[in-house]
């Protein structure tokens, strides 16, 4: 079968489309054809050698998927279903393993295509607003990082629980595709100070839930724009990995700071993440109240081209690859 592989560490030149050996199934997995597989932070972090596959997983990128059941291996799956996997890694290839608590069927009324830029997101945004931060209806979420995948997934859901959102982009662009998203409040972290549009927008309270792909560079000032008893998600590093912070506004604001990844998370508490995804957002999707935005798709050989322009920080929604 057909895969990206890496050649070296580096720029979007290292990736090299390849034949390689197709996987062999496991006790418990399904094996997919696949159709798409969707660009993450964490390949493009890969590529660059600072973010490993754990132990186990393949060596291949790519955390999502859509395709079809290729063997359902003694699973409820059936062949030829279509259907999403959330991966430890392979997903830039012709065929994955992956164990059937991680497969989901295709939502009612997506594209088989489009399907692929949702395993990730769903079960990132699902398991950090509601498992970890516990957004509740009427509480105010701020989201860094508005335009991306995670960030448009993020302000349809959470305009779905019925909170209100605030969010950061860098361009006028991003932050009008934001606001047709839902988005109520939209700052310009280029021209404005996210921690008095926050302050301002809600009457000097402070966001309930903070969802950050940021990191460092925003951590005290994230700690500055938390409400009493506010919840700061950080899910991304792009701004750095150490930061101080005032733990005496944190003290005093009651306030807790929590930093979760999904790639290495235990098998189990993928699938049952997952099985909370098939509860509570496929049916948002189904019914029209979360869209799948896709940016553009590239077909698997010009994957260098499709994370050239991943890097380039244009795109608003996924990037796909096609095979």
Known sequence: ?????????????????????????????????VVAAGLNRADAQQRRG???????????????VSGRIADGGGSAFLRGDAVVALLSGGGYAGQVAVLAGQVLPVPAGVDLVAAAALPEVAATVYSNLVLVAGLRSGETLLIHGASGGIGTMAIQFARALGARTIVT???????????????????????????????????????????????AKYLG????????????????????????????SLMGKRASVTGTTLRS?????????????????????????????VDRTFPLSEVVQAHQYFDSGQHTGKVLLTL
């Not at 290292?14 to 996987?23: K, M, S």
């Not at 600072?50 to 999502?64: N, R």
């Not at 008893?229 to 101080?244: F, S, T, Y």
């Not at 235990?266 to 997952?274: F, R």
Request: hydrophobic letters at 40%.
């Open 50 to 64: 600072v973010y490993p596959p754990p132990p186990g997983a393949s060596e291949y990128p790519g955390l999502e």
């Open 169 to 215: 982009a860098g361009t006028p662009e991003k932050l009008d595709y934001a606001r047709s998203l839902g988005a109520e409040v939209c700052v310009n972290y280029r021209e404005q100070d996210f921690v008095a549009e926050v302050g301002a927008a809600t009457e000097g309270r402070g966001a309930d839930v903070i969802l950050d792909v940021v990191g």
């Open 221 to 248: 000032r994230n700690v500055e724009a938390l409400a009493m008893g506010g919840r700061l998600v950080v899910i991304g590093l792009q701004g750095g990995v150490k930061a101080e912070v005032n733990l005496g």
């Open 265 to 293: 998370r235990p098998v189990e508490e993928k699938s049952a993440i997952m099985a909370g995804v098939r509860e509570h957002v496929w049916p948002l999707i189904s019914n029209g109240s979360i869209s799948v935005p």
């Open 1 to 33: 079968m057909k895969a990206v592989v890496l050649r070296d560490f580096g720029e979007p030149d290292v990736l090299q489309v390849a034949d390689v050996e197709p996987p062999s199934l496991q006790a418990g997995e399904v094996l997919i054809d």
